[in-house]
């Protein structure tokens, strides 16, 4: 892996896992956010049409899958947090996306999906899995 390509994977995966880690940390905590910041709480679950208790829920995955991302030597248990990181923002940009949400809500799913596919895609050769033939 060239050193460009380590730089971005890097920075792609602080940045998907800072805005894992916040918007778990504050899905667990079930805070009232404003309409405007809709998003990740509990205002936000309900203008999607989602019950409050899938936040818990939501959150501690979020949360579990950051740490498996930066344990060492569990390629296959990094693969699992990549897909259920890509479920879940799929999910969520969709969601936006099915109820009529602007480009503003659409941003932070969308943004925090293509850092997932740049650090999924530029992860060094030690965190990936053997491919079996």
Request: with cysteine.
């Amino acid at each position: 892996m060239n050193k460009r390509n380590r730089i971005i994977y890097w920075i792609a995966t602080v940045w998907l896992t800072l805005g894992m880690v916040a918007t778990g940390i504050q899905q667990l905590m079930h805070l009232p956010i404003e309409e405007a910041l809709a998003p990740p709480g509990t205002h936000g679950m309900a203008a999607l049409g989602y019950p409050a208790y899938l936040l818990t829920i939501i959150g501690i995955w979020k949360l579990l899958g950051t740490v498996v991302l930066f344990l060492p030597r569990t390629p296959l248990l990094k693969e699992w947090a990549y897909v259920g990181f890509f479920f879940l923002l799929s999910g969520a940009l969709f969601s936006h996306i099915a109820v009529g949400h602007g480009a503003g809500d659409l941003f932070p799913a969308g943004f925090l999906l293509v850092m997932l596919a740049l650090s999924w895609w530029l992860r060094p050769q030690d965190k990936k899995c053997a491919q079996a033939i």
